[in-house]
């Protein structure tokens, strides 16, 4: 039969611009939220993190943003830099191990 | 320090064969979490050990097992290979420990097809 893979949303932005990815988490129980990168042929790299206790979390060129109240998770990317070029991973925890729940993930391509 | 290290980084299988994928963790990480990322589904929790001991299991048949060994350095198997299996599997370390303590480090994947 067919196979259907996920339709990975796209985000194409001018290089210096700035960039906002969006994430709907499910769990509303889900109390820890990391950001991730993943280049291609690589794994997933570390961005940014926040817990459920905070609404807004700034890292370097990077800031995060959660709505518990409607589920929802935003990573903002200042002065986009073509090496930010890569798919954007949200991922959600709940308990108290390490199993995460991934985000189907947003393509970012910058335009030089 | 190293990063997560996984090995093979390629492998190619035929259908009802069986393949061992290897993770060794970032030194002084207790938690080692596999995931199987796909096309069709994306990334998808295949289970976690933290100190030789399964703490949490994802929803994949009895074919997808695992374990660690006293050095946290853990591997992974998936027995009679159906063609849906070919994946990348990545492995992921962290400190551990009784709550969510933070970042997953991954490693680079094994990439598997099945032929």
């Known amino acids: 039969g067919e196979s259907v893979g996920l339709h990975l949303p796209t985000l194409s932005v001018q290089e210096g611009d700035n960039s906002i990815i969006n994430c709907a988490y499910s769990?509303?129980?889900?109390?820890?939220f990391i950001w991730y990168k993943q280049e291609s042929g690589k794994g997933p790299q570390f961005i940014i993190d926040?817990?459920?206790?905070?609404d807004k979390r700034q890292g370097q060129r990077v800031t995060v943003l959660l709505n518990k109240t409607v589920k929802h998770l935003s990573l903002q990317i200042a002065a986009t830099q073509p090496g930010d070029s890569a798919v954007y991973f949200c991922?959600?925890?709940?308990?108290?191990?390490?199993?995460?729940?991934f985000g189907t993930g947003t393509s970012l391509t910058v335009i030089p | 320090k190293a990063g997560v290290t996984q090995t093979p980084r390629y492998l190619i299988k035929t259908r009802g064969q069986q393949v061992t994928l290897s993770c060794s963790p970032i030194?002084?990480?207790?938690?080692v979490s596999w995931y199987q990322q796909t096309p069709g589904q994306g990334l998808q929790f295949l289970f976690e050990y933290f100190s030789e001991t399964q703490r949490n299991k994802g929803n994949f048949p009895g074919r997808f097992s695992g374990r660690q060994f006293s050095n946290s350095r853990s591997e992974m198997n998936v027995s009679t290979l159906e063609l849906g299996d070919s994946a990348l599997y990545l492995c992921?370390?962290?400190?551990?420990?009784?709550?969510?303590?933070?970042?997953?480090?991954f490693g680079e994947g094994s990439r598997l097809t099945v032929l």
């Open positions: 030194s002084g990480h207790r938690s």
């Open positions: 991922a959600e925890n709940s308990n108290t191990g390490n199993q995460f729940y």
């Open positions: 992921a370390s962290s400190l551990g420990g009784g709550l969510n303590t933070g970042e997953l480090f």
């Open positions: 769990n509303s129980a889900s109390d820890y």
């Open positions: 926040i817990r459920s206790n905070m």
